[in-house]
C-alpha cells in the first residue's frame, strides 16, 4: 500500500496547481476538413442546457454513441470509465451502486437510497429496480457530490441520470445490431423511428441478450452467472410547434438468469450424496450447490424479474424566457431470487428474495432565463412509494447444528479431506456426540436427534409506504461576464410507514429451541427437553412452557402478523457555488453542499416468539461536501482536461451490521471522505484519440466500532485508459480501440473483514479472506467499415488476460461462518454486425 501513498500525494498535489487530469465530458472523435477535435457535448445536469465547462461540479457525461464504440450495455461496464463511481453486479437484482465511497445496495423497502438513479429524469433508484440496460441512449450523465437540490431526496452524494433516445419529428431512422461470441453469448438490438404526420413520431427499441454461465455447474444443469435479459421500450412525440413538445415513454425489462455463484473457497465441491471431490477451492472454478428440495414452492436457483415503467414529460415555454416542464411517471418492479446463501455441496441454507415496489412521481418545474444576470428554476415535486421485500430461507437443522459445531469441513481447525455426504448427517454417530456437546442430557439426546428437521423454513418481510413532497429553488447570478455565483434549496417532507411481520412456515425450530435453551427458566427446562425429545416435537401445539421457536427470525404475533409503525421526517438541502470563466473554454469553480439522506425506521425480529418486531429510528444521515475544480476544452477544443478535489464530512453515517444471518441498518457515527477525480479525452491526430480517467477517494470511518475503516466497495484507487487509432485502409477504414482499466484493494464489507468484528455471527469467521486485490482488465475492440455504406463489422474481447478476480464475498453465510464469492467476468470476446438505414 506504500507505493498508492506516494501516489496519492503526488496527485493531490497536483490538484493545487488547477490541473492534470479532468472529471467531467469525454465523448468520441470527429474530423472537420483536417483538424481533428473532441465531441461536444449538451448536459442538462443543472436542469437547463449547458456546455459541461459551465457546470460548477465534478459532472461525466458520454454520448451513446462513444458508449457504443466502448461496448458499454450496463451500469457496471460504464462505472469502469467514471472516475469516482463504482457499480457492482451481482445480478440485475442486486447492484451496488457506489459514489465516491459511499454505497447504495440494500434491497429493504425501508432504507433509503444513497445515490439517485434516474431514467429522463424519473428516479429508479429503489436497489431492484435501479439496474436498467443502457440502449438506444442519448447520453448518460454521473453528477458527483450532493445534488439533493437538483435531483431530489435520494441524491446525498451523487446522481446518474440516463437521458433515452427520444422520437425524431418528421424522420424516418432505422438500425440494428447482431452479435455472438464465447460462452454461447447472443445479442439482437433493433430501432425504428417513424413519423407520424408532420408533428409526431414513434420510435421502438429493443436488446434481447443471453449468454452461458461462466462458472460451471459440477452437479448438472444450467451453469451460474449466466445472462437472459430483454429489454424493450416504445415511445412517441408531439410537436405542434416549436414552443410545445409532448414525450410518452414505456421502458420494459425482463431478467431471468440462472442462478448465482455464491462459491465457498473453504468446502470444497463435492457430489453432496457420495462425497465424491469433484473441483477445487476456488470461487472462480466450478461450484457444486444444492438448494433445499422443498423450498418456498419447489423454486429453484435463478432470478425471475420484471422492471416496467411509463413517462410522461410535457415541455412548454409559456414565453422567450419562461419554461415549464411536467414530468408524470408510473413505475413498477417484482423480482424473485433464489440463492445458495452457505455457499458448499450440503443443502445447508437456501434463501430467496421476494421484492417487488410501486412508485408515482409527479414534478411540475418553472425555469427562467432570459439571456441577461439571473436564471434559475423553482419546482414542486409528489413521490408516492409502496414496497415490500421478503426473506425466505430453509435449513437443514442437522448440517446447520454440525457448522454450529465448528465440525464441517472448511471450519477453522477441521482438517477433514471433505464435507461428508448428506446421508451421514442422519447418523447418530454424527449427531448425538454433537448434542452432548451441547450438554444435553443423555436421556434426552436420541428423542431430539431424531426431531431434527431436514427442511426447516421460516421467512420474514419488511414493507413500507411513502408520501413525500419536495419544494425546491435554485438561482444562479452573474456578477461580471466571467463571475457567476449559483445557490440552490430544497425542502422535503416525508410520512413513512414501516411495517414487518415474520413467520415459521413448518413448524419450530428444533435448533432454534437448542439454542433458546439457557433462556428457559431452571425449573421449567426439564419439561422443555422433554417436549424437544417427543415425536412431532416440530408441530407440537404451542403453549407458554413450549414456544414457537425460529431458527433465525422469531414469528410475530399469530405467527405472522404484520406490525406498522409510522414516521415523519422533513429536512432542508442546499448548495452554493461560484464559478470564474477564465476564457470561453476553461473555468475554476468551488462549491459548497449540504446533502441529506432521510432517517430511517428500520425493523427487525422479535426477540422471543410472538414478541413485538423492534422498530429502530436511526437519525438522518447528513455530509457536508466542499469541492473545487478546473474545466476545460483547448487546443481548438481537441482537448478537453478536466480535475476535481474534494472533502466529505458525514454525521449519523447510516451503515448495516449483521446479527446472525440478518443485516441491521445502524448509526455509526461520524466518517470523512477525501479525494481527486480527473479525466481527459485528446484528439491527437486525424487518426489518433486518447482518453483516460483517474480517482483516487479516502473514505475512513471516523468512530464507533469501525473507526479506520475503509468503507465497502470503495478502493482507493482506480483509473483507466483507452485509444481509438482510425487508419484508412483499401475499401473502407479500420478502428483500432485498446482499453485498460485498473483498481486497487477493496474491502466488501465496512468491518472489513476483521475478525473482532464478527463476533455476532453464529459462527465467528476468522479467515481474513473476503477482499479483492488490484487488479486490472485488458479489453480490445477492432471495426471495419467500408466507404459509402450503411453497414460495420466488429470483432471484440474483454479481459484479453483472463485475469482472475471476485466481485463480492461474505454475504449471507458469512454468519454461519461461511462467507461465500462470487467470481467476476473471464476473458468474452466475440463478433458484432450493425447496420444502419
Do not use: C
Request: proline fraction near 4%.
Amino acid at each position: 500500500m506504500a507505493r498508492h501513498d506516494t501516489l496519492k500525494n503526488g496527485l493531490l498535489g497536483a490538484t493545487a496547481l488547477v490541473a492534470t487530469l479532468g472529471g467531467a465530458t469525454v465523448a468520441s472523435a470527429q474530423s472537420t476538413d483536417q483538424t481533428s477535435q473532441v465531441e461536444d457535448v449538451i448536459v442538462t445536469a443543472q436542469l437547463r442546457a449547458q456546455d459541461p465547462i459551465e457546470v460548477p461540479f465534478a459532472l461525466t457525461a458520454y454520448t451513446g454513441s462513444f458508449l457504443e464504440k466502448l461496448g458499454v450495455q450496463d451500469f457496471e461496464e460504464l462505472s469502469a470509465y467514471v472516475p469516482g463511481f463504482l457499480v457492482q453486479n451481482q445480478s440485475p437484482n442486486n447492484a451496488g451502486f457506489v459514489m465516491r465511497g459511499i454505497t447504495s445496495d440494500s434491497g429493504e423497502a425501508t432504507v433509503e437510497p444513497r445515490v439517485s438513479v434516474f431514467q429522463d429524469g424519473v428516479s429508479i433508484s429503489k436497489s431492484r429496480g435501479s439496474y436498467v440496460e443502457l440502449f438506444d441512449i442519448q447520453r448518460v450523465e454521473v453528477a458527483k457530490g450532493p445534488q439533493s437540490t437538483l435531483y431530489g431526496r435520494g441524491a446525498l452524494i451523487g446522481a446518474v441520470n440516463i437521458i433515452q433516445n427520444k422520437p425524431l419529428v418528421g424522420e424516418y431512422d432505422a438500425a440494428a445490431r447482431a452479435s455472438v461470441g464465447n460462452l454461447d453469448y447472443r445479442m439482437a438490438e433493433l430501432m425504428l423511428n417513424v413519423p407520424v404526420g408532420e408533428t409526431g413520431a414513434i420510435r421502438f427499441s429493443t436488446r434481447m441478450k443471453t449468454r452461458d454461465g461462466y462458472i460451471e455447474n459440477l452437479l448438472g444443469g444450467s451453469n451460474y452467472n449466466s445472462v437472459d435479459t430483454r429489454a424493450f421500450r416504445l415511445s412517441g412525440a408531439f410537436e405542434p410547434s416549436n414552443r410545445l413538445r409532448v414525450d410518452l415513454i414505456a421502458n420494459y425489462q425482463t431478467d431471468n438468469p440462472a442462478g448465482t455463484s455464491f462459491n465457498s473457497i473453504a468446502y470444497t465441491p463435492q457430489d453432496p450424496n457420495t462425497g465424491a471431490v469433484l473441483g477445487v477451492r476456488d470461487a472462480n472454478e466450478g461450484a457444486a450447490l444444492t438448494p433445499g428440495g422443498n423450498f418456498d414452492g419447489g423454486k429453484t436457483l435463478g432470478l425471475d424479474r420484471e422492471v416496467w415503467g411509463v413517462t410522461g414529460i410535457v415541455k412548454a415555454d409559456l414565453t422567450d424566457s419562461l419554461t415549464l416542464t411536467s414530468t408524470s411517471a408510473y413505475r413498477e418492479f417484482d423480482s424473485y431470487e433464489t440463492f445458495d446463501a452457505d455457499g458448499v455441496s450440503l443443502p445447508l441454507l437456501t434463501a430467496a428474495e421476494d421484492a417487488e415496489g410501486k412508485q408515482w412521481s409527479q414534478e411540475f418545474r418553472l425555469n427562467y432565463d432570459n439571456g441577461g444576470r439571473v436564471s434559475g428554476f423553482a419546482g414542486v415535486g409528489y413521490f408516492k412509494e409502496e414496497g415490500s421485500q421478503r426473506g425466505v430461507t430453509e435449513f437443514n437443522e442437522r448440517i446447520a447444528l454440525a457448522q454450529l459445531s465448528g465440525l464441517l469441513d472448511g471450519a477453522p481447525g477441521v482438517a477433514l479431506p471433505n464435507t461428508l455426504p448428506l446421508a451421514a448427517y442422519s447418523s447418530s454417530a454424527l449427531i448425538n456426540p454433537i448434542l452432548a456437546g451441547l450438554g444435553i442430557p443423555a436421556p434426552f439426546i436420541p428423542g431430539i436427534a431424531a426431531n431434527l428437521k431436514s427442511s426447516h423454513i421460516e421467512e420474514a418481510t419488511n414493507s413500507s409506504e411513502l408520501e413525500s413532497w419536495d419544494l425546491f429553488a435554485d438561482g444562479t447570478f452573474k456578477v461580471t461576464d466571467r463571475l457567476e455565483l449559483s445557490a440552490g434549496v430544497r425542502y422535503t417532507r416525508d410520512d413513512k410507514t414501516t411495517g414487518f411481520s415474520s413467520q415459521v412456515d413448518n413448524g419450530r425450530s428444533i435448533v432454534g429451541s437448542l439454542l433458546a435453551l439457557s433462556a428457559i427458566p431452571p425449573a421449567g427446562q426439564l419439561a422443555f427437553l422433554t417436549a424437544l425429545a417427543t415425536p412431532g416435537a416440530a408441530t407440537a401445539p404451542v403453549t407458554a412452557a413450549f414456544p414457537l421457536f425460529g431458527l433465525t427470525y422469531q414469528p410475530t404475533a399469530g405467527n405472522g402478523s404484520t406490525v406498522t409503525q409510522g414516521l415523519e421526517d422533513d429536512g432542508f438541502t442546499w448548495r452554493a457555488t461560484a464559478r470564474y470563466a477564465l476564457s470561453d473554454d476553461a473555468s475554476i469553480y468551488a462549491n459548497y453542499a449540504r446533502g441529506r439522506r432521510p432517517m430511517v425506521l428500520a425493523a427487525s425480529t422479535p426477540t422471543a416468539p410472538y414478541g413485538a418486531p423492534r422498530f429502530t429510528e436511526v437519525a438522518s444521515e447528513q455530509v457536508d461536501s466542499y469541492e473545487v475544480g478546473y474545466k476545460s476544452a483547448l487546443m481548438d477544443r481537441r482537448l478537453r482536461l478536466d480535475a476535481a478535489a474534494y472533502l466529505y464530512n458525514y454525521e449519523n453515517f447510516q451503515t448495516t451490521v449483521q446479527q446472525g444471518t440478518l443485516f441491521v441498518t445502524t448509526n455509526a457515527g461520524k466518517a470523512e471522505s477525501y479525494g481527486f477525480e480527473g479525466q481527459l479525452s485528446w484528439a491527437m491526430t486525424e487518426q489518433v484519440e486518447v482518453f483516460g480517467t483517474y480517482g483516487y477517494n479516502h473514505s475512513r470511518f471516523k468512530a464507533g466500532i469501525y473507526d479506520g475503516n475503509k468503507f465497502r466497495l470503495s478502493p482507493d484507487n482506480r483509473a483507466s485508459v483507452g485509444l481509438i487509432w482510425s487508419l484508412p485502409v483499401a475499401g473502407g477504414s479500420l478502428e483500432i480501440q485498446p482499453t485498460y482499466t485498473w483498481q486497487s484493494e477493496m474491502f466488501f464489507d465496512d468491518n472489513n473483514d476483521r475478525a473482532d468484528l464478527q463476533t455476532r455471527n453464529f459462527v465467528a469467521d476468522t479467515a481474513v479472506d473476503e477482499v479483492q486485490d488490484a487488479y486490472g482488465l485488458l479489453s480490445l475492440r477492432v471495426r471495419y467499415a467500408p466507404n459509402n455504406a450503411n453497414w460495420s463489422v466488429e470483432v471484440f474481447g474483454d479481459n484479453l488476460a483472463d485475469e482472475k478476480f471476485i466481485k463480492d464475498a461474505g454475504n449471507t453465510g458469512d454468519g454461519l461462518g461461511m462467507p461465500t464469492f462470487i467470481a467476476g467476468e473471464p476473458r468474452t470476446y466475440g463478433l458484432i454486425v450493425s447496420l444502419h438505414y
